[in-house]
């Protein structure tokens, strides 16, 4: 089966002037000119249009970064201006119990006493404190889970002082 090709003869080899447009009914021919002015018309607009799509993706990008950056310094003005207040008003390091709701309270109440009941005037390692700490959860679900819900590091060394256990870092410990 042949290939069709399309064939574009010049006028020139046709034997012919070049029609004039709009004369006789035909049509003009596009030239290797008319096509590559086309292209390059087309090229000109993709590469604008590409140019300012990426200069508003850069502005939503500084924008963002500056946004985030003034949020972060927003913030951490308004820590210093809390902490400057609370160290004014004797809160520096204060009770970590303080503002604790009274249902944690009451919790923390009862896991200090359990634990000064179990290791009072002892050295605990962490471990032991852990074990000691399961035993609780057995014996006091609900205590347990407020505990571990409030349980900072702070907050446990405050009941850890107030029940008069020490915890040791190394294996050896009294009990």
């Known amino acids: 089966m042949p290939i069709p090709v399309l064939n574009r003869a010049s006028q020139a080899l046709r034997g012919g002037a070049p029609a004039a447009p709009g004369g006789n009914g035909e049509k003009e021919d596009w030239s290797e000119k008319d096509w590559g002015v086309a292209g390059g018309v087309g090229a000109t607009v993709c590469l604008v249009t590409g140019a300012v799509s990426l200069g508003t993706l850069a502005l939503v990008g500084v924008g963002a970064g500056v946004g985030y950056q003034a949020g972060q310094w927003i ?12 160290m004014k008003n ?23 006493c359990y634990l000064g ?16 700490f399961a035993e609780f959860e057995q014996t006091e679900p609900g ?9 900072t590091p ?22």
């Open 143 to 151: 205590h347990s889970r407020n505990v571990r819900a409030c349980g």
């Open 117 to 132: 009941a179990r290791g009072a005037g002892c050295q605990l390692t962490p471990q032991g404190v852990g074990q000691i």
């Open 75 to 86: 913030v951490d003005k308004m820590a210093e201006k809390d902490e400057k207040e609370a």
């Open 90 to 112: 004797g809160g520096g390091g204060g009770d970590p119990l303080a503002n604790l709701h009274p249902q944690y309270l009451a919790s923390l109440e009862q896991w200090r």
């Open 154 to 175: 702070a907050v446990m060394q405050a009941i850890q002082d107030a029940s008069g256990v020490s915890v040791v870092a190394g294996g050896a410990a009294e009990v």
